[in-house]
């Protein structure tokens, strides 16, 4: 079993829609958790933390389940800059990234 | 530096040969990570340096594959005898420290390009 896994997707959605996605980690002992975003051939970029009460960056929502070891984004109003993809790290004294969700947004 | 540099940024070779590829971290981060990443793939861990030790060097492939740090900054992966399976991208990233915790940050360099013929 991979240590973090992810829908790859791909998720298409038009502009002003909502979409969330998952990632679930198999290390209980994860400590921290993170959303990357990468987009096409550039390195990838910290999003935003995931803290354990669940966060809000602007449009973008985190949540972690601790019990059934996921953590979820959504996206609200969706733009189309917010095409990427989006990678799950879990802390697992490694970093461990997940394979990525593709988000394709539409006009 | 201001961010994480990576060099070189493409390097093509043949197969058989030895390549090294290096990463100067952010000053002062004390945590230096190396992943690969295959085209359309995730990133695979190679290793991570605490300082300049390497507590855990089983994410490498093979016995091909090396790391080093030294003086707790520049960070050189070698792979010897390359092979076509080789090719990706090999992206190098550091951290302040080895928690990662809420608001830190892992910083990337944007990746050197592999390509074994």
């Known amino acids: 079993r991979k240590e973090v896994e992810q829908d790859p997707g791909p998720f298409n959605v038009p502009e002003g829609a909502t979409v969330a996605f998952n990632c679930t980690y198999s290390n209980s002992a994860s400590q921290s958790f993170f959303w990357y975003r990468q987009d096409c051939r550039k390195e990838p970029k910290l999003l935003m933390s995931?803290?354990?009460s669940g966060n809000e960056d602007g449009r973008f929502t985190a949540q972690l389940n601790r019990a059934s070891q996921y953590i979820s984004l959504l996206i609200r109003d969706s733009k189309l800059s917010d095409s990427a993809t989006y990678l799950c790290?879990?802390?697992?004294?490694?970093?461990?990234f997940g394979a990525g969700t593709t988000v394709t947004v539409r006009a | 530096g201001a961010g994480v540099s990576q060099s070189p940024s493409n390097k093509v070779t043949e197969k058989g040969k030895d390549v090294e590829l290096r990463c100067d971290p952010i000053?002062?981060?004390?945590?230096l990570y190396w992943y690969r990443q295959s085209l359309g793939q995730g990133l695979e861990f190679l290793i991570y340096f605490q300082g300049n030790s390497a507590p855990d060097k089983s994410g490498l492939p093979s016995d091909r594959f090396s790391a080093e740090r030294t003086g707790g900054s520049v960070s050189t992966l070698t792979i010897q005898r390359t092979q076509q399976e080789d090719s990706a991208v090999y992206l190098c990233a550091s951290s302040i420290s080895r928690r990662i915790a809420r608001g830190e940050k892992l910083f990337f360099g944007s990746g050197t390009q592999l390509s074994v013929l």
């Open positions: 995931v803290y354990s």
């Open positions: 000053s002062g981060h004390t945590a």
């Open positions: 790290v879990v802390n697992d004294y490694k970093l461990s």
